[in-house]
């Protein structure tokens, strides 16, 4: 035993050496129970750390689960209002197209109506049993402006390219019809018409030339805006 742990003893009035060497033995439990409480407490604290941290961590992953969930849910609901849109634009789009397709029949029909009509009305050889020149003057106006009526209330339905070319065509056939009937009257008048020029059939010439090339435009942009080229 250490000289001055005695002496520290002695001054304190212990002076039997047993009696220190028990106080020192009580003195060495003491301590060995302390530290024996010391790290029960650890431990326990150390227990209880370890279960709080698992139970953060399961409240932790269940918050996490329920979270994941939502997300799905909302995603889920997103795609289902999304396909819902998808499939409403395709049902309008499709029947746009089966109403744009019924109109370009409908309206084209009307052309070759009134491209036959005209045709007959202008055509330099008349045939016996037909219509006279006043009743095909007025099939030829009547289909005329039965093909302009249909076509302006569905403009909407063409684009800018289509109008343009249907606009032109239409101007064809009236400038042939005006010509042809200026025609007619300077062969019943010939004296109020005598200074008008009288080349040979220049309105059956648009019929026969210009209105083709532009039908044939019209032709294929209809069929491009079908989808059949």
């Known amino acids: 035993m250490d000289v001055k742990w005695i002496e520290f003893f002695k001054q304190l009035g212990f002076t039997s050496l047993w009696a220190i060497i028990l106080i020192l033995i009580i003195g060495f439990l003491a301590k060995k129970l302390f530290d024996f409480f010391i790290d029960k407490t650890i431990d326990s604290k150390k227990s209880d750390l370890g279960k709080e941290l698992e139970q953060f961590k399961q409240e932790l992953s ?10 799905d849910k909302t995603l889920e609901e997103y795609k289902n ?16 197209h089966a109403d744009r397709a019924e ?14 009509a005209m045709i007959s009305f202008v055509a330099p050889l008349q045939w016996s049993g037909e219509p006279s020149p006043s009743e095909k003057s007025n099939i030829a106006a009547n289909e005329g402006n039965d093909f302009l009526s249909f076509f302006h209330n569905n403009e909407i339905l063409f684009n800018d390219r289509t109008c343009e070319i249907i606009n032109e065509l239409n101007f064809k056939f009236k400038t042939a019809y005006d010509e042809h009937v200026t025609h007619l009257k300077r062969e019943k008048e010939p004296h109020m018409y005598k200074n008008l020029p009288k080349d040979l059939d220049p309105y059956f010439d648009i019929l026969k030339n210009e209105v083709p090339k532009l039908k044939k435009l019209l032709t294929d942009d209809f069929r491009k805006t079908l989808g059949v080229l």
Request: hydrophobic share 40%; aromatic share 4%.
């Open 81 to 96: 209002s999304l396909q819902q849109v998808s499939q409403e634009h395709q049902i309008r789009f499709s029947k746009l």
């Open 103 to 116: 109109t370009i029949k409908t309206l084209f029909s009307k052309l070759v109506k009134l491209e036959d």
């Open 62 to 71: 269940t918050e996490a689960q329920i979270h994941k969930l939502d997300l």
